[in-house]
């Protein structure tokens, strides 16, 4: 147990170090935050409610990022550097190992929800009730499940900068075409037949209507849990097949 | 002494291709071994297997008389890969301290220091910010956390400047007086001459000699008598059955032979009139490069 605790806390240690994630997770959010809700005059007739869903966006697009991105690099770095090998011939369980990174990337995330509420909460005054704060921030670190997958997927990759270059147009692409950055309804129609299909779209979607007092749609949950599935199958699939390969 | 490693028979194929063919040979409590061979020989897979890494196709690898991969087993073994970076977002200290952690008995943080000369900077440095030399030294103390009985290193000093290698192998010939038995590759054979005390050399996935470097050097060896003498005495000599090869290098007469006794007996009894008479052992580098070129010709 004590193992455990221990492995947890250097796991998000090295998260919290780690440039890049400071960077995207937690400061370009907030920056996008400030400069959308105070900066350019968006026009929306309900300034209120626009704050509040556009704090979930961020929200939403940090969580997303870390997940895909911090999660798959470092799976990419910790294979090509000889580090996953060191760590298999350590006494230590490959279970504990595993339950460390997730339990230390899940608090990371609780970590980056609560910051960016907080700061939205400083910037606009943005209010919300107990249940809605929670509920959306549940919301986001269960959502996140899908884009997980995704970085354990991308952390089947080869090479490092391959890893970070994929990641990074897969993240701009789900969060512009799932409208984290700007509602889906000012895109033509096209691309938002498609958008609401995208995990993005549904994963903002679902904390866009808890703020607005309403439950997540049933489509939202479903979509999600079925993005997470396939991830899950295909990144499985390939690592099997890069096992055969080795051994 | 008890048996460490027992490697019965092993074998590892890849496709169609064979890295390890039928090895066989077990290593006692407190042995210093090199294994030792050309790239593509078989010392990597060989390593491997023993570490649990990869199972052999056929035949058996013992640690402790039990499976490598058993958590019993690593927690008794230390050990140096090569071309590892550790993971980055650390201190070295932190880093350390959570390897410890690992094992059941570490060794204390104090002795770590002691033995891999670790400053008190660089253990406040971040494990990405490390220099080469740095990072081979934080893996070797990564290697004794747990206090091991069993250290193996993978080409340890690749990357060290001289004075690094040397307090290396100190500390390796430390280790080794302490009871712990030692396994290491390496490719400088200087290194397993001096160090080791027993050599396990491979070639194109087979075992072709195991003994103390200098029953290796002993058994197959070339020696030379050279001496100085009239250039006419190369063709006369060369007709006997002593002399395997004769040369002339300036004035200097060179006779390869296995029984230089008999040579010096061949000098004096011809009245070959020969000064500056001077006995030669063959070299480990030749050793080795005529074991590994014979299998090439057979292969």
């Known amino acids: 147990m004590k193992l455990l605790l221990m492995q947890c806390k250097v796991e998000m240690l090295r998260i919290l170090r780690n440039p890049y994630y400071v960077f995207w997770s937690l400061l370009m959010p907030i920056l996008f935050y400030f400069i959308f809700t105070k900066v350019v005059n968006t026009g929306v007739p309900d300034q ?15 969580v997303m990022g870390s997940s895909m991105m911090t999660l798959g690099i ?35 995330h609780v970590f980056a929800i609560a910051v960016i509420f907080t700061a939205g909460a400083l910037i606009n005054h943005v209010s919300l009730s107990v249940s809605e704060w929670v509920l959306s921030g549940l919301w986001i670190l269960a959502g996140s499940a899908p884009f997980l997958a995704i970085g354990t997927l991308v952390g089947t990759m080869k090479k490092v900068d391959t890893a970070s ?38 994963y903002g979607n679902g904390a866009w209507m808890i703020v607005r007092g309403e439950a997540p749609e049933l489509s939202n949950v479903w979509i999600l849990l079925g993005y997470f599935v396939v991830f899950m199958l295909v990144s499985k699939y390939i690592r099997r097949k890069q096992e055969a390969g080795v051994s | 002494m008890r048996e460490i490693v027992k490697v019965e028979r092993a074998s590892k194929t890849y496709k169609e291709h064979r890295a390890v063919h039928d090895v066989s040979f077990s290593i006692r409590e407190g042995e210093i071994v ?37 958590r019993t087993v690593r927690e008794r073994m230390g050990m140096m890969l090569q071309e590892v970076s550790v993971m980055g977002g650390l201190k070295v200290k932190e880093l350390l301290e959570l390897f410890r952690h690992y094992y059941p008995n570490p060794l204390a943080l104090k002795e770590i220091i002691a033995l891999t000369a670790l400053t008190e900077s660089e253990l406040g440095m971040r494990v990405e910010k490390l220099s080469g030399g740095q990072k081979r030294r934080l893996n070797f103390a990564l290697s004794l956390a747990g206090n091991p009985d069993l250290l193996l290193f993978d080409e340890p000093t690749v990357g060290m400047d001289t004075t690094s290698r040397q307090r290396f192998w100190h500390t390796v010939h430390t280790l080794s007086e302490q009871g712990k038995t030692i396994i290491f590759t390496t490719h400088y054979l200087q290194e397993a001459d001096d160090v080791a ?34 250039p006419q005495w190369v ?26 006794d008999a040579v010096l007996a061949l000098l004096f009894h011809e009245r070959v009139g020969a000064s500056s008479i001077r006995i030669e052992q063959g070299k480990l580098d030749e050793v080795f490069e005529r074991l590994t070129a014979d299998m090439k010709e057979v292969g």
């Open chain 1, 74 to 108: 470092r799976l990419v770095q910790e294979k090509t550097q000889g580090w996953s090998t060191l760590m298999r011939i350590t006494p230590l369980p490959d279970s504990i190992y595993f339950i460390g990174q997730m339990v230390g990337q899940t608090i990371i």
């Open chain 2, 34 to 70: 090199a294994i030792l061979g050309p790239n593509g020989a078989g010392k990597t897979t060989t390593l491997s297997m023993i570490l649990g890494l990869i199972k052999p196709t056929s035949g058996e690898v013992r640690l402790f008389g039990k499976e490598p991969t058993e």
């Open chain 1, 165 to 202: 270059a994929v990641s990074n147009v897969i993240y701009m692409v789900l969060a512009i075409t799932g409208g984290l950055w700007m509602p889906l309804e000012i895109m033509p129609k096209l691309m938002q037949s498609i958008g609401h299909w995208l995990p993005s779209y549904n």
């Open chain 2, 235 to 260: 063709k006369l000599l060369a007709g006997f059955p002593e002399v395997i090869d004769i040369r002339q290098e300036d004035d200097i007469i060179r006779v390869e032979t296995e029984d230089t």
């Open chain 1, 48 to 62: 209120g409610e626009w704050q509040a869903r556009y704090l979930m966006s961020m929200t939403v697009f940090s």
């Open chain 2, 197 to 230: 005390k027993r050599i396990v050399l491979f070639n194109q996935g087979r075992i072709v000699a195991d003994d103390t470097p200098s029953a290796i050097k002993g058994k197959i060896t070339k020696s030379y008598v050279t001496f100085k003498a009239k």
